[in-house]
């Protein structure tokens, strides 16, 4: 089936709403799930509504909490989330970090004990909106693992997503570099779940560390494990990112020591933003920048049908794509969403209105 971004974003909202969120969290969370969708990445989307609801109720998650400056130390900025939804921490971070950035060329910050921050791109697209590059480093504490070590038969950490965006790369547009540090993000595996659909050889690992293709393994008991993209490389990649976002932070990495009896999903983040035009020059960085982009996406492709892009640019398509077409939604997934709005006290018409639903 197929729903409009604007009904997606309505129906999240009203929730958000009931689930006790403020007008403006509300609209802030809605907006950065369904912008998930549209870039093509419903594992970051708003099939993370029921398992957000669920960490309301539990207390797990916090609603209406605020970006909290803990340290404030020239270029140096620590922040606490205190269990509050990511999407709001992760804005009013990036807001902190581009003001002091502008005022000094960089800023050096932290994120811990946020819950979910979303799809990392999101922020790093923030930063390059107001012509600064960022680098983003994050882990998760509070839920048990989801990703082996490279050699290694079960899950140590998370998939420990990196980020990192340019802006002006495609004239207006930035490069965004945002990936997870395992062959595939643990939502995919969910969507896939959900779908009922087999997943790639070499992205998974079962309960007893033997590769396989069931998504099913990676929520069974005892779990499965994701496997670290370019094996040895991506490991390394992720176990960086452990490193400078869990201590760094303060929140801490993930050990069973951090564990929470309801795996809660809490996100530490390291990001360095700067102000390119402090360094070579804004103009020397603009045209190496135009120069080298073009150079690289100039490489005559293998398939005609499919031209050399950069870092954003497939995020890029697919949100023009849905804007006008709809987003896709899967049964399983669209039937968790609307289980959640009845236990927040939505009925079966509001929803039916509020979807518009064109299958």
């Known amino acids: 089936m197929l729903i409009q971004s604007r009904n997606l974003e309505a129906i999240a909202v009203e929730i958000l ?5 403020s007008d403006d969290e509300s609209q802030i969370v809605a907006k950065n799930l369904v912008r998930a969708n549209l870039a093509g990445h419903d594992s970051h989307g708003i099939g993370m509504l029921p398992r957000y ?5 539990t207390g797990e998650l916090i609603p209406n909490q605020h970006a909290n400056v803990v340290i404030d130390d020239g270029p140096i900025v620590s922040i606490e989330g205190g269990a509050g939804y990511g999407q709001v921490i992760g804005q009013e971070a990036m807001d902190v970090g581009i003001e ?6 960089v800023c050096t910050l932290t994120i811990r004990h946020s819950f979910h921050l979303g799809r990392i791109g999101a922020w790093g697209e923030r930063c390059a909106e107001a012509g600064l590059v960022s680098i983003h ?56 779940r959900n779908k009922g659909e087999q997943l790639p050889e070499g992205v998974l690992l079962d309960g007893r560390g033997q ?22 490389k991506g490991y390394g990649l992720a176990l960086v990112n452990e490193l400078l976002a869990g201590i760094l932070s303060g929140g801490g990495t ?7 009896e309801n795996d809660t999903i809490l996100n530490n983040m390291f990001s360095v ?38 870092p954003g640019d497939p995020e890029r398509e697919n949100t023009s794509k849905r804007e006008i077409e ?18 927040v006290g939505l009925t079966s018409n509001q929803i039916s209105n509020l979807a518009q639903l064109v299958t």
């Open 273 to 310: 933003i700067l102000d390119p035009n402090r360094f070579a020059g804004s103009e020397f960085f603009q045209s190496e920048l135009n120069l080298t982009v073009k150079h690289v996406t100039s490489s005559p492709p293998m398939n005609p049908a499919e031209p050399v892009l950069i």
């Open 100 to 105: 002091r950035a502008r005022a000094l060329g």
């Open 326 to 343: 709809g987003i896709p939604i899967d049964e399983n997934s669209w039937g968790l969403v609307v289980n959640t709005a009845k236990s």
């Open 211 to 232: 590769p396989t293709t069931d998504p099913d393994a990676l929520f069974s008991e005892p779990p499965g494990a994701l496997r670290p993209v370019g094996t040895y």
């Open 137 to 192: 480093h994050v882990n998760a504490v509070g839920h048990v693992g989801n990703a082996a070590p490279y050699r290694g038969s079960d899950a140590r950490f998370t998939t420990n997503p990196y980020c990192c965006t340019i802006p002006g790369a495609r004239k207006s547009e930035p490069l965004v570099l945002d990936m997870a540090t395992t062959v595939m993000a643990h939502g995919k595996v969910r969507v896939a």
């Open 17 to 21: 709403s009931a689930a006790g969120s």
């Open 254 to 260: 993930c050990r069973p020591e951090t564990h929470h």
């Open 53 to 57: 609801i669920a960490c309301v109720k």
